[in-house]
């Protein structure tokens, strides 16, 4: 498998259920990133998690990080169905600098009102 | 707030075609970046550029493909000659202050959507 796969590839939640995707990866990181993409639209940024932390929050969003298992989720509480969108986890890799992130498939959220 | 913009949105060209992508970066960015996703399918790293020259590229990056900044503020991306599979949707991206150490996050264009027929 590639670095940066999510799972599962699809998710439909009716809206005020909480939604969870996994990531996991292969390599050392110094940090894990998860973006989200609207339908043929670019990335945009949502969180940061670096490599010496297990959990952060921002808003709705909960990340957590377990660096043993080389894994990481991204919880949204209380969705919307404006929350309907893919989304992506991406690894900066140790060796990698400012040379690239890498991302996985995705997992599309479908959140139903 | 400060965003990268792409053009064209949407590109329909034939096999065997040059096709040049734009992107216009965030203006005291540094590094610069040139992704595609096939439809539907994950985001694939292409090129990054840093200080007028690629800094690393992917096996995806082979000899069809440049890369260039021709004046302060485009970046380009050139495919000689397209294939079929080079359908996809690019995405350019940039990252990096000067003077600034930062995490590496991405600020993404809306992307420029190539169909080679």
């Known amino acids: 498998s590639q670095q940066g796969e999510e799972d599962p590839q699809a998710l439909s939640i009716q809206e005020g259920e909480n939604a969870t995707m996994n990531c996991s990866y292969k390599?050392?990181?110094?940090?894990l990133q998860w973006y989200r993409q609207n339908s043929g639209r670019g990335l945009v940024h949502l969180i940061l998690i670096r490599s010496n932390e297990r959990e952060k929050h921002s808003g709705r969003l909960r990340v957590t990080l377990d660096t043993s298992k080389k894994s990481s989720s991204l919880l949204i509480t209380a969705s919307r169905a404006a929350d309907t969108a893919s989304y992506f986890c991406?690894?900066?890799?140790?060796?990698?600098?400012?040379?690239?992130?890498?991302f996985g498939a995705g997992t599309r959220l479908a959140v139903h009102p | 707030e400060p965003e990268v913009t792409q053009t064209p949105s949407h590109q329909v060209t034939q096999m065997g075609q040059e096709v040049i992508l734009r992107c216009v970066p965030i203006s005291n960015h540094l590094y610069f970046y040139w992704y595609r996703q096939i439809l539907g399918q994950k985001v694939e790293f292409l090129v990054s550029?840093?200080?007028?020259?690629?800094?690393?590229k992917s096996e995806i990056f082979d000899d069809q493909f440049s890369v260039e900044r021709p004046d302060g503020s485009n970046f380009t991306l050139k495919i000689r000659s397209t294939k079929l599979e080079d359908s996809a949707m690019y995405f350019c991206?940039?990252?990096?202050?000067?003077?600034?150490?930062?995490?590496?996050?991405?600020?993404f264009g809306a992307g420029s959507r190539l169909t080679v027929l």
């Open positions: 390599t050392s990181i110094n940090n």
């Open positions: 550029f840093y200080n007028n020259e690629i800094s690393e």
């Open positions: 991206a940039s990252s990096g202050v000067l003077g600034q150490s930062v995490a590496n996050v991405l600020t």
């Open positions: 991406a690894t900066d890799p140790v060796s990698g600098g400012y040379n690239k992130l890498i």
